[in-house]
């Protein structure tokens, strides 16, 4: 049912609305998406209807609730129509659902399947794949190779900003992706320099939804600097917003990185608190990340220390849990990502160059064979001009 202060909102005020509040507030994006598609099946119009469908999808599962419902609906209403957008779109949503809930062969599946639909009929679909793509990789721990697929999406968006199909919070969330790239690259300094764009851009577009991202990655690559005063004001100012929506996966590493820093300034009981803070958002979100993974060691060291043998063996338990998560998956991940995406890749600009070098030869050929033919009739010209 439509809220009665949504009901005379036209689709343009509504879209403006769910922009201005998704990664924000995502129950409010929710209720505008909600509005969207019913006012889409009110009007039977299906650009309404596919659009309600793919933002109702995406807000759920930032909000770590099933969106699959949303996501299979606008499969199946797309699956024969043949636009610009759909079917591709709808197996985009798909797959960022799978990623979410970390089923990381199956969103590569949807992924290779919008790729192969928008090839050639859609540069936005097929530059913002190569992004999610790389996504897929960081969960690989794949940083070096990810990090040029989010550069070719960020030029890309930024290549845009001087035409009229702009797109400003791509933009903008491709900044953020090179940020968290070469975070995880380990590479801070410019983590922090692409962050600071991203904040200026925020402010300079009037668009926040990754602003409160930047402040998280510029207080992990404050911490992993050692400044620690300013890495614990951006992490706590994060935290409050991070568990409004339930984005777990990140509000764990908010909590690790305040736990490290606690430690490290030899806090030892808000270190303990932050990390057990961290640990069990893990669990709940079910992802385990190799950076995280000394939060484990310290937990256990802990308790030994403390003679708390029961806590001790219940984390050893979970350290057990974590690096079984961490191998299993990746690994086979990784072999997906090369056999289905890098690997056709390579095919495709290996039989490019086989190509390019046979039109080479080609021309070559057919430039020697006019030579010849030149030559011939000059010399045949010279030889009967001396007979005379």
């Not at 999610?132 to 940083?143: C, F, M, R, V, Y």
């Not at 990754?210 to 990655?217: A, C, D, R, T």
């Not at 400044?227 to 409004?244: D, F």
């Amino acid at each position: 049912m439509i809220p009665d202060s949504l009901k005379n909102k036209s689709f343009e005020q509504l879209q403006k609305q769910y922009d201005k509040v998704f990664r924000i507030d995502n129950d409010k994006a929710e209720s505008y998406a909600n509005s969207i598609l019913l006012n889409g099946k009110k009007e039977k119009n299906n650009t309404f209807i596919y659009d309600g469908y793919y933002k109702i999808a995406h807000t759920k599962g930032l909000k770590s609730e099933n969106g699959h419902p949303y996501a299979d609906s606008l499969i199946n209403i797309t699956k024969n129509v043949d636009t610009k957008e759909y079917p591709a779109k709808a197996h985009i949503i798909k797959g960022i659902l799978l990623n979410y809930e970390f089923k990381y062969s199956e969103a590569l599946n949807h992924y290779i399947q919008a790729q192969n639909l928008s090839k050639n009929k859609n540069s936005d679909q097929f530059f913002y794949i190569k992004k999610l793509i790389g996504i897929l990789k960081t969960a690989t721990d794949e940083n070096k190779e990810a990090l040029p697929l989010f550069l070719e999406y960020y030029n890309y968006q930024k290549q845009k900003l001087n035409t009229s199909n702009k797109d400003i919070k791509s933009y903008i969330g491709s900044i953020a992706s090179i940020s968290g790239s070469y975070n995880k690259n380990t590479n801070y300094n410019q983590s922090k320099f692409y962050n600071k764009i991203g904040l200026i851009e925020c402010k300079k577009y009037n668009d926040y939804t990754h602003y409160i991202y930047f402040k998280m990655l510029d207080g992990v690559a404050d911490y992993y600097l050692k400044n620690y005063s300013k890495a614990s004001l951006n992490l706590l100012e994060t935290e409050k917003h991070l568990t409004k929506n339930k984005d777990y996966k990140n509000l764990s590493i908010v909590y690790y990185c305040l736990g490290k820093i606690n430690y490290e300034t030899n806090k030892q009981k808000e270190s303990i608190k932050y990390f057990l803070k961290s640990d069990s958002l893990s669990f709940i979100s079910d992802d385990f990340l190799p950076k995280t993974r000394d939060r484990y060691e310290i937990l256990i060291d802990y308790y030994k220390k403390s003679g708390d043998k029961e806590n001790q063996l219940k984390l050893i338990d979970k350290l057990f849990y974590a690096d079984s998560i961490m191998n299993t998956s990746r690994q086979y991940l990784a072999k997906e990502i090369y056999k289905k995406y890098d690997a056709p890749i390579l095919l495709e600009e290996k039989e490019k160059l086989i190509s390019d070098l046979n039109n080479k030869n080609y021309l070559l050929y057919w430039f020697l064979g006019i030579g010849f033919i030149v030559t011939s009739i000059l010399s045949y010209i010279y030889i009967k001009s001396r007979g005379k």
